[in-house]
């Protein structure tokens, strides 16, 4: 059985069997060996080489980052103009209650009795007597004459109008 395991690969335990490659890569002994610098030189490539997803990655989070601040900003924004335009809408109510109030007042202060009152009180005025009453008698004649002349009402023509009046007297 071991032999026929061996024949066809078969196994019959539960982990994978190790594969082994078919030739061993040679080194090439005609390679030059690098100088030192050189050497140095890719270690710095290499090492910029493994930077470059983490500066990308630290990139993308700084420009979330700003993205997010911009929104934040711009919300805190909108918050400060609405809160601004409910003061002057609660101003607003107050000045018409104000208005409305003052209104009243006047209205009040102009009614007769107190117009009366003031005239009388603050500047010494009276009542007119039937002495200060003068009567004048007016005749039952009518005051309004009749035109005699005839009215001519012209209207005023601009001059695409008047050339096409013109047109039309010659015809």
Do not use: C
């Not at 024949?7 to 069997?17: A, V």
């Not at 101003?91 to 209205?107: G, M, R, T």
């Amino acid at each position: 059985m071991a032999a026929y395991q061996r024949q066809f690969g078969y196994q019959y335990e539960t982990s994978p069997r190790k594969l082994r490659p078919e030739y061993e890569p040679k080194k090439n002994p005609y390679t030059k060996k690098k100088s030192s610098s050189l050497q140095q030189k890719e270690k710095k490539v290499q090492s910029r080489q493994h930077l470059k997803p983490k500066a990308k990655a630290v990139l993308y989070v700084l420009l979330g980052f700003a993205i997010l601040f911009a929104i934040s900003y711009r919300n805190s924004l909108i918050t400060e103009k609405f809160s601004q335009k409910e003061n002057l809408k609660k101003q607003l109510s107050v000045l018409q209650k104000e208005n409305a109030q003052i209104e009243i007042s006047i209205q009040n202060s102009l009614n007769l009795a107190n117009v009366q009152k003031a005239a009388s009180g603050m500047l010494g005025m009276k009542k007119l007597d039937d002495s200060q009453k003068v009567y004048v008698s007016l005749p039952k004649k009518d005051y309004v004459e009749p035109a005699s002349e005839k009215v001519i009402v012209t209207e005023e023509k601009n001059w695409f109008q008047e050339l096409i009046d013109k047109i039309i007297e010659k015809f």
